[in-house]
């Protein structure tokens, strides 16, 4: 672990990149995961209010429609055109149920010609123990990995061709630092992944989960850098988010109080990865930490990644997601 990285992602300085260096994002395609909500939720409203548009993908359309009525009817006081021109628009999947997210793809594919950024924001944390997806994956597991690789296998061929219009796509992960305390030696328990034969705890199962994020960024950027597709992982900061709702609330609250930020300095870690020309094609595939940083992943995730983890990992998800595809 890196001492002085981990405190400074702790107490991170004030972020260089902001909603207010974006330019007009008109005629601009985005995709967030999770996007009616906490982080995703701020970022969509940074990108919607730059005269974006926006897919918000997720499980539920009142909410989704909840957050895109809130977020035109508040835009981000930071970007400097008002009123907006952008749109918000839903895509109904389910990232825990992989039966449906080739239809949304496919939905996706008759709107648009082109996707300039994907956010894998969407995720689960700590849920109560046991907790399995529709195809009996660990709640962790299957939604923050299995269901984002075969949303990402899905969209390739459309990022692929979107990248050969616009010379680059970025595909970004949010991940978090608990994938420094994923296990070693590499991040995953290949023998126990969902964590059943040996019991292992919803914390456990979500810092292998963490890693799988950052060793997919990593894999897709070795795989797919002939095609200008750019990825990042990213650690978005401590923040007071819903994803925090499984957690005690006596925990919560002096946790918040504390320690936590609010979830619109989490979306400046993504715009970032997004947006930033210090992410580029020559690091593709970096872990950023809070609030808009290029950092250093843990050192056993490197040593994973360069005894080949990634494609490991990668041939593992392609094989179970096949029928899905």
Known sequence: MHIKQTLSEFFPPKPTFTEKDLGSLENKTYLITGGAAGIGKELTRMLYSAN?????????????????????????????????????????LDLSNLTTIKPAVQ??????????????????MTPPKG?????????????????????QKL????????AKQTGEVRIIWTASDGSNMSPS??????????????????????TQSKAGNVILATET???????????????PGHLKTELQRHTDACVVSLINATLL????????????????????????G????????????????????????????????????????
């Open 261 to 284: 930020y609010d979830a619109h300095y989490g979306a400046l870690t993504e715009l970032f990865a997004g947006f930033s020309s210090a992410v580029s094609k020559d690091n593709s």
């Open 131 to 151: 907790s399995k997806t529709t195809q009996g994956y660990d709640m962790q597991w299957g939604t923050n990995v299995v269901g984002h690789f075969l949303l």
């Open 52 to 92: 974006a548009t926006v897919f918000i993908a997720g499980r539920s359309l009142t909410n989704i429609e909840r957050a895109a009525k809130e977020i035109i009817e508040k835009p981000s006081e930071g970007v400097q055109i008002q009123p907006s021109t952008g749109k918000i628009i839903p895509l109904i």
């Open 155 to 162: 969209m390739m061929p459309l990022l692929c061709a979107s």
């Open 221 to 235: 950027a070795r795989r797919y850098a002939e095609y200008n597709i750019v990825t990042a992982s990213l650690n």
């Open 185 to 206: 030696p590499d991040g995953i328990y290949w023998h126990d992944i969902n964590g059943d034969k040996t019991g292992l705890s919803p914390w456990n199962l979500y």
């Open 107 to 124: 939905e996706l594919e008759q709107q648009v010609t082109k996707i300039d950024a994907v956010f894998f924001n969407a995720g689960v």
């Open 286 to 325: 970096c872990y950023l930490i809070p609030w808009g940083r290029v950092g250093v992943m843990a050192k056993h995730l490197e040593r994973g990644l360069e005894n080949g983890s990634g494609n490991r990992l990668w041939e593992l998800l392609d094989k179970e997601t096949a029928q899905y595809a």
